[in-house]
Structures are given as C-alpha cells and as structure tokens.
C-alpha cells in the first residue's frame, strides 16, 4: 500500500516557525512530484507551494518569503517549512504527491496535519 503521512503541526505563536514532514510508506515507494495545501475553516482547499521531481519549486504569494517547500529524495521526503506564521495560516495542511513504484504512478493525500497560529 502507498500512503503518505504528515508530522509536525501544532501551536505556534504569531511570528513562530514551523515544520512539516510529509513521508510516504510502501515497500519501493518513492515521491515523484509534490505539494502542499491547505485548508481553513469554511474555506476551500488551496495549494501553498509545489516542488517537481528535479526541485523546481512554486508558492503561493500568501507565503512567498515566508515558507519554503524542499525534498530529500534519499529519505523519501518532502518538507514545508513556514516562517513569520500568520493566524491566517491556521488550517489543516495536507501533503499531496505523486507515489511511483517502479512504472506504476499514483497520486496520494495524506490525512492532513493541524496547524493553529494563535496568541
């Protein structure tokens, strides 16, 4: 089975930082390209930034300057790191990617990781 799963959400204080972890779990799985996104409360999903598979990356402007999205393909992984945080960044951020098993590609979510910007 090809799964992703985020860590790293929390409480964190306006100005705070943050790191999420996004692994993905199957035997020869490995992350082809990904992204971020998120979701507020009675708001849509909306993507926060993308990286391909060579590491190009895209943010949205809400957080340019502010969160940068890397990967470490040895380990399977993909980051966001988000700087300067904003109450407005409170939301559920989910990681969403590309999961390749040798010529097999499938896209995944993961459950998503609970983020709260508050005083």
């Known amino acids: 089975q090809m799964q992703l799963v985020e860590s790293g959400g929390g409480l964190v204080q306006p100005g705070g930082s943050l790191r999420l972890s996004c692994a993905a779990s199957?035997?020869?799985?490995?992350?082809?390209?990904s992204a971020w996104y998120r979701q507020a409360p009675g708001k849509q999903r909306e993507l926060v930034a993308s990286?391909?598979?060579?590491?190009?990356?895209n943010y949205a402007d809400s957080v340019k300057g502010r969160f940068t999205v890397s990967r470490d393909n040895a380990k399977d992984m993909v980051y966001l790191q988000m700087n300067s945080l904003k109450p407005e960044d409170t939301a559920v951020y989910y990681c969403?990617?590309?999961?390749?098993?040798?010529?097999?590609?499938?896209?995944?979510w993961g459950p998503g990781t609970q983020v709260v910007v508050s005083s």
């Open positions: 969403n990617a590309n999961l390749r098993r040798r010529s097999y590609l499938t896209n995944v």
């Open positions: 990286i391909s598979s060579s590491g190009s990356t």
């Open positions: 199957g035997s020869g799985v490995s992350i082809d390209a």
